[in-house]
Structures are given as structure tokens and as C-alpha cells.
């Protein structure tokens, strides 16, 4: 094969042509995959925030039940300090003594009070935010096992195609080198650009293939003689004539089989 230093514009529109044929039959292997690529990304993400949402639910749990637990050390230091307070109340000298003892015991009571309340309402919100943990695990469980199954599903399609995949595109790499750099950037600016990743297609009974819009005989001619890139400026594509086109795609064909 001719280097991009001597290549002849004839050769480098047949080496266009036979890189498309190539890139296509690339696409429509990877076209196989479907959604899935997106799906499985989707569900990563998903699972990422549901992951640490759930890491969130158990730490505010975990924080709640510290929470009881700390009110019920609180209870219990309350209730020593009323059986002190009481024991007190037997050994005071005066009324003022015992008036200031059954004031704390009353605070004391208050604060048992407000302890048990916190204790309650702690007890609820641990018990809802815990049903919420087991719900999300269980969602967690579900998605991950359909994430599972999704990947299965893509590395068997994969390796389906792998040997097929790998070989195409050592071909596309090898193709590309013909090109010069410029003329190979061109070509997969057109193909990011265009529907279906077409970027260099045949005439077909007078107009560029998958146009509508008649292409000048003038300029069907330049084509034909192939002196020059002929760029469509309907659709953008690089343009061959119909000749060219069948006798790379013979050429292909055999390379592929």
C-alpha cells in the first residue's frame, strides 16, 4: 500500500472509501450493543447515589440510637440525683433547705420528663429511618442484580464480536495511516457530524447516496475522473463515483470474509 507522501488522489479517495466500509461495519457491530453501554452507565450511577444515600440513612440511624441511648444514661443520672435530693430532704435544718431540695427534685422530674419525650421521638424517627434503610437495601439488591444482568448480557455480546471488532479495527488504523493528516481529520469531522456516521459515499443515480438533491453532470464528471476530494454541499460528505465505489466494495468484501 502507497504512503500518504506519493498517494495519488485516486488512492486516497479509494483509501476513504475502503476506511468507510470499514468504520461502518465497526458501527454496526457496536450498534448491536443497543442501549445497554447507557443503561449499565445509568444504573452505575444510580447505584452510586443510592449507595450513599443509604450510607447516610445508617449513620443518621446509628446517631439516633446514640441518641436514646445517651438519654437513657441521662435518666438514669436524673433519678440518682431525686433519690439523693429525697434522702436530703429528711436531714434538712429548715424549711428554705427543703423548699430548695424539692425544687431540684422537681427539675430533676422535668428533666426525666424531657428525656423520655426526646426518647420516644428518638425511637420513632430510628425506627422509620431503619424501615427506610431495609427498603433501600432491597432496591440496592434489585438494581445491582439488574446492573448484573446487563453486563452479562454486554460481555456476551462483546465477546461475540471481539476477534471481529479487534480485527476491523487494526484495518481502520491501517487505512487511516494512508491518509494524510489533514484529509483523515476532515473525514472524522464529517463522520461526528453526519447521520449514521457517513462521511465519504457514492453517487447514486445522479445524486450523493441517501440525498435527494441531483448533483451537476459537470461535476459528476470531475468525480469520475477522480483528480480531486469532491465534498457534496448538501449533505457534507465526501463524494466517489459509483464505479469506484463497487470495485472497493468487492475488495472489502473479501478482506471481511
Do not use: W
Amino acid at each position: 500500500m502507497a504512503t500518504n507522501k506519493d498517494i495519488t488522489v485516486e488512492n486516497k479517495l479509494r483509501a476513504l472509501y475502503d476506511l468507510q466500509l470499514i468504520d461502518t461495519r465497526i458501527d454496526r457491530l457496536t450498534s448491536v450493543r443497543g442501549e445497554l453501554p447507557l443503561e449499565i452507565e445509568d444504573l452505575e450511577d444510580e447505584l452510586s447515589g443510592l449507595s450513599k444515600r443509604l450510607e447516610k440513612l445508617e449513620l443518621s440511624v446509628k446517631n439516633s440510637k446514640e441518641e436514646v441511648v445517651a438519654k437513657k444514661t441521662a435518666i438514669k443520672d436524673h433519678q440518682d440525683s431525686m433519690t439523693k435530693y429525697i434522702s436530703q430532704q429528711k436531714n434538712v435544718r429548715n424549711n428554705r433547705e427543703y423548699d430548695s431540695l424539692s425544687k431540684e427534685i422537681e427539675y430533676q422530674e422535668l428533666e426525666i420528663e424531657f428525656a423520655e419525650k426526646k426518647i420516644k421521638e428518638g425511637t420513632f424517627q430510628m425506627e422509620r429511618k431503619a424501615a427506610k434503610v431495609t427498603e433501600l437495601k432491597s432496591t440496592l439488591d434489585e438494581k445491582e442484580s439488574h446492573l448484573n444482568h446487563k453486563k452479562e448480557a454486554l460481555e456476551g455480546i462483546i465477546k461475540e464480536t471481539k476477534e471481529e471488532e479487534d480485527f476491523l479495527k487494526n484495518k481502520s488504523d491501517e487505512f487511516s495511516k494512508v491518509l494524510d493528516d489533514h484529509l483523515l481529520k476532515a473525514y472524522r469531522r464529517i463522520r461526528g457530524k453526519v447521520k449514521n456516521g457517513l462521511a465519504v459515499v457514492s453517487i447514486d443515480r445522479g445524486a450523493s447516496e441517501g440525498s435527494y438533491f441531483v448533483i451537476p453532470s459537470q461535476t459528476q464528471i470531475e468525480i469520475a475522473n477522480r483528480k480531486k476530494i469532491t465534498i457534496d454541499e448538501y449533505s457534507g460528505r465526501i463524494l466517489v463515483d459509483s464505479a469506484l465505489a463497487e470495485e472497493e466494495m468487492i475488495k472489502m468484501n473479501k478482506l471481511f470474509s
